[in-house]
């Protein structure tokens, strides 16, 4: 029995247009980038230049709106103090976030195998997604003080649920050809969570870690109004309370860009979670 | 001993000891009060290292009769065994192996992780299944892609990683269906005859499902054609071919003969 001559076995031409693709995938200038950065750059400077004019100006009072240069000034004079307090709600906002993308997922994971407990849990589950958190607010500080613990707690409450959703959908995700290819494989359980279940729900997880990634932020600092010795929350109702707007904007400055860097790190984790998508 | 043999109505001391064998295998749908009536009165024998295909109308069934051989589903009447054992037996036992029309790959496994899915599965260790995979993945023919993710490959080459996924587990059985249908004719042409270098040198049994009669014709000893809804098996076509095909295959008289009497018959 030998090999018919004609049939090679490598190198097959139907190989050849991914090869030459890749080939052409020189790096062109990037124009396109370029633009992409500095014309949202333009219009802040533009819309930065505006509000130190009107403030300036005087046409509205410094307490009601600080210009953009007291602000920068505010930042040289209680920048420690703001840092400081910002790593204590960063510290809280990322222990509920982790506390409650982690229950989220593992709710989501019982879920997927029991159907019996999703169909008892899930309605009460989304149910008391609808419960105002900031409303008990004040129970939660009776029963837990006015130390992280609350802060916290709410945090993980809210992340949990957006990541609950995206990650049962995620975990279903996998195409009926998939499951097929698993059943006549004789995969169980739980090489079918490890192998195609999970790694199937990595996009979806990410759309929940990134709608979460700015409201742990949110709720840690609306947590800490309330009640709290500590943290940005508490900072901007101390600096309010005292008349210091420009210090109050430099706070919230402050609370935007720990939002964007939690976000930006999620986005990172994203690209390298998932190197078949960005390649 | 007795329990894990089929019984012996009709069957052959041959065909019990090797091969696919389905007997008067019925299959009926239920929805509601509408029942459709899938299969009736299915018999085929495989013999053990041999090839037969599967050719009918679409929705004849023909898939239906496979997908019950792979345990996907399960038929209302009848039996069919994969060596003598059931195939919920044969699957626990990976005696088969299935290639469907998509290649359904993992997209985010690489080409020779998702050739060593199979092995993995059947916790077979790291370095064995990497030694296993990479043999496969050169009888297909993918060498040098090992690294790629299946996006960045096109159809023709998911298929042979498809293939090489399931050669993995040395299995005897061979279930293809359609394996090729999402293919341009010229890559499914040449696929056909890579396909049958593989069957020489594995030793599998294949039974495939199709649509296009010299694909049938090309990969078979014996084809068998099936009627429209309630899907049965109306001819049995022996090709006889033998062995060592290869493309001078087409050119051979009997091969236009096979066809035209393979087209009559589907045709009525």
């Not at chain 1, 130390?147 to 959908?169: C, D, E, Y």
């Not at chain 1, 949110?218 to 005292?242: D, N, T």
């Not at chain 2, 589903?73 to 626990?92: E, N, Q």
């Not at chain 2, 990479?134 to 960045?152: D, N, Q, S, T």
Request: proline residues 6%; positive net charge; contains cysteine.
């Amino acid at each position: 029995m030998t090999l018919p001559e004609d049939v090679p076995l490598t190198a097959q031409p139907d190989i050849l247009p991914a090869m030459a693709r890749d080939a052409a995938a020189l790096p062109p200038i990037p124009w396109h980038r370029l633009r992409r950065i500095a014309l949202p750059l333009a219009v802040l400077f533009v819309a930065l230049g505006l509000w130190q004019w009107i403030t300036a100006s005087g046409r509205v009072s410094p307490l009601i709106l600080a210009s953009p240069l007291a602000i920068a000034e505010a930042f040289g004079r209680s920048g420690a103090e703001i840092l400081a307090h910002m790593g204590v709600t960063l510290g809280q906002a990322m222990a509920g976030f982790a506390i409650g993308n982690a229950l989220g997922l593992l709710v989501a994971i019982i879920f997927v195998h029991s159907a019996p407990i999703r169909r008892a849990v899930y309605p009460v589950a989304i149910g008391a997604e609808a419960v105002p958190v900031v409303a008990v607010l004040p129970v939660l500080i009776l029963w837990l003080g006015n130390g992280m613990a609350p802060k916290i707690v709410i945090t993980a409450f809210l992340t949990f649920f957006p990541m609950l959703v995206n990650a049962l959908r995620g975990l279903r995700s996998a195409d009926a050809e998939v499951k097929e290819l698993m059943h006549t494989l004789s995969a169980d359980a739980r090489q079918t969570l490890w192998l195609v279940r999970l790694p199937a729900s990595v996009p979806f997880l990410f759309n929940a870690l990134k709608l979460s990634a700015c409201a742990c932020i949110v709720s840690s600092i609306v947590a800490e109004w309330l009640a709290a010795e500590r943290g940005l929350g508490h900072l901007i109702v101390v600096y309010g309370a005292r008349y210091q707007t420009a210090e109050v904007w430099a706070t919230a400055l402050a609370a935007t860009a720990a939002s964007l860097a939690v976000y930006g790190l999620v986005t990172l984790a994203e690209r390298l979670a998932m190197p078949w998508k960005t390649r | 001993m007795d329990g894990s043999l089929p019984d012996p109505d009709g069957m052959t001391a041959e065909t019990a000891a090797g091969g696919l064998v389905a007997r008067d295998v019925g299959m009926v749908y239920r929805r509601g009060r509408e029942v459709t009536e899938a299969l009736t009165g299915c018999s085929l024998e495989v013999p053990r290292g041999s090839w037969a295909s599967l050719i009918g109308p679409s929705g004849c069934g023909k898939s239906t009769l496979l997908r019950i051989f792979a345990d996907l589903v399960h038929p209302t009447s009848g039996r069919a065994t994969l060596h003598g054992t059931t195939p919920a037996d044969a699957r626990a036992n990976r005696v088969f192996a299935l290639v469907s029309q998509q290649s359904t790959m993992l997209p985010w496994r690489r080409i020779l992780e998702n050739v060593e899915l199979g092995l993995q599965v059947a916790r077979v260790s790291p370095r064995e299944r990497r030694r296993t995979a990479e043999e496969m993945i050169e009888l297909v023919g993918l060498k040098g892609f090992e690294r790629a993710y299946p996006a960045e490959l096109s159809g023709g080459m998911r298929q042979r990683a498809a293939i090489a996924r399931a050669l993995t587990l040395r299995p005897r059985f061979l279930l293809m269906d359609e394996p090729f249908g999402a293919l341009d004719e010229i890559t499914r042409e040449k696929l056909n005859f890579e396909l049958l270098r593989i069957l020489q040198e594995t030793g599998a049994t294949l039974l495939l499902v199709t649509h296009s009669i010299s694909e049938a014709i090309i990969l078979s000893d014996e084809v068998a054609v099936m009627s429209a809804r309630p899907g049965r098996i109306t001819k049995r076509v022996p090709i006889g071919f033998g062995r060592d095909r290869d493309r001078s295959l087409r050119d051979d008289p009997r091969f236009a003969a096979y066809e035209a009497e393979l087209r009559h018959a589907l045709h009525g």
